[in-house]
């Protein structure tokens, strides 16, 4: 069901994200484009803000909706922002653009019942496509039946005809952080459909399931970045053992040192981390959500990881990319553009606020100079009052 | 030893290292920025008579005058610590080796300048001739899309690291590059009365 196929006209990325009550954030308008770092201190809010991507994910997921998204984060106490006026709405709002240029826009404000309910109801749900409303909620149908607010518009497959196709690509996104010993032990879709585990548990099943000849190209790139990182490097393939088991296996070029091949039992953390990000970076698929790519990863590695995923994005089509990080090393790369940095800095009145590299004239005008991300914007997420920032430009 | 203010010098001085007949002992590092270099700095020079000869190597940077920042950050400069500075910046010693970079990025050798030391920002030249390139995958990675607010594109380190590690000659460059001829000339006399 989640593999149904789409019309590639109708092909959607994120545009643009607002935000209002949001765990950590207040308030938030940002625009998206192809790669977006999004950088900050700790605990400053990076996986909050992949978190509401997660969130409609889970709000389209088969399975899910909007009652099993609020609950899988321990309930609306913990999905509003604290910092928000209290017991306001929560308002996720995202633009989408589609490979044939329409614009399509989906807003849910939802909220609990009353101060002391765990019931969530949607307050309201629309549904635009080029500026024209395709779906306005509550409707006439949920002023007679109010029992119909538990539920969103984009869950109900009867109900979101005209907009499945929204439905489908909240479904299609992704979130990784592959930890490498689950991918050596290696487990057939716990999430049910290959590449739906973000711990990397079915990526060798996911690498065999795709088709050969595509399997084939995918490695073959992943092979060539390697052979830049790892000494005697030559070739990546994979193969089943007795078992019917897949397995990556390497082979080097000077075997007299180390064992001429390797399994995947044996690489290292960081290697089979950087194999899971390069293969899901090539999948024409929904966006993916990269957390702290670093980790684990070799200064060598990191140095190149932003031009890395740049060049497996463009093999995939473009598929869109959203990574947290607060890795200096991987934003010290000059390729790096300012309208891709999303800083996170604390809010006036607690919490955080999302502000655009691109829109703090400091760091644009530093960047046009050739100066990096981590020389320019990395430092400004680490200030704490904002008379430390420049005007918007 | 080598120790460089980024990514791309580190690999550029790996490469004068070779230039010059000899090879690199010990580890080679880059700061990962102009600050961080400069901090750093002051104790590579303090271990430097432990350490062996010691390439460091970052850009000299046209807008500010080294010469009192110098003075400042190592009053007491050893003999091991050959600190060289890429005028104004590295990518003008890439473009110093003019006929490679042309044939690299699929350009006219014409496109390129003449005297690079006197590029006023090399980097952004570099990623101006990338533009004129016959190969599309070149301008797209190497200049940035129309209002990225940035000045190189996605692929631009990548496409630098093949070039110093595939084609770039530093000692083609030097005839060319007054500041690149100096450094290869000091790193020459340190390796000799080294051994
Ligand atoms: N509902 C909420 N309201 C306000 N703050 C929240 C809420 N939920 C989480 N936080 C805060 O968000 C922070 C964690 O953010 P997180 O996204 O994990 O940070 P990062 O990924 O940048 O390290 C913590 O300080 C936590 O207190
Ligand atoms: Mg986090």
Sequence with gaps: MSQRKSDPSRILRFTNLKLASWKNFKAADVRLGERTFIIGPNASGKSNLLEVFRFLHDLAADGGGLAKAVALREGMSKVRSLHATSNSAVNITVEMLSACGEKWTYALTFDTLSAKSEQVLVSSETVLKDGQVVLQRPDQHDRIDSDRLRQTAIEQVSSNKLFRHLADFFRSIRFMNAVPQLIREGQISPGGYPGADPLGRDLLQHIRAAPKGERTRRLKAIARVLTRVVPDFRDLRLEQDEQGKPHLVVGFAHWRSQAARQRESQFSDGTLRLIAMLWSLQEAAGPLLLEEPEWSLHTEIVQRLAAFIASMQALSGGRQVLISTHSDRMLADPGIAADELLLITPAPKGGSMITPAARQAIIAKAMQQGLSAAETALPMTRMHTMPLFGRPA | ?195
């Excluded at chain 2, 390439?55 to 190592?74: N, Y």
């Excluded at chain 2, 631009?156 to 590690?165: L, R």
Aim: aromatic share 6%; glycine share 6%; hydrophobic share 45%.
């Design chain 2, 1 to 195: 030893m080598v120790f460089a203010e980024g990514f791309l010098d580190r690999l550029a001085a790996e490469r004068l290292v070779l230039a010059v007949g000899s090879t690199v002992e010990g580890t080679s590092s880059d700061a990962g920025g102009r600050d961080a270099f400069w901090r750093t700095i002051p104790r590579y020079n303090a271990a430097a008579p432990h350490l062996g000869l010691i390439l460091a190597l970052a850009d000299h940077d046209s807008r500010e005058c080294v010469g009192p920042r110098l003075k400042a950050t190592l009053p007491h400069h050893h003999a091991n610590l050959i600190l060289r500075l890429s005028v104004p910046m590295l990518e003008a010693w890439l473009l110093a080796d003019r006929t490679a970079l042309a044939g690299f990025l699929h350009v006219p050798v014409a496109a390129l300048p003449d005297d690079p030391d006197a590029v006023e920002h090399p980097k952004r030249e570099v990623v101006n001739i990338a533009r004129r390139s016959t190969r599309r995958q070149i301008r797209e990675g190497m200049a940035p899309a129309p209002g990225r607010g940035g000045l190189c594109g996605p692929l631009y380190t990548p496409t630098v690291e093949a070039f110093i590690a595939s084609a770039w000659d530093p000692l083609r460059a030097a005839k060319r590059s007054p500041s690149l001829h100096r450094a290869l000339r000091a790193l020459r006399t340190a390796t000799r009365s080294a051994t």
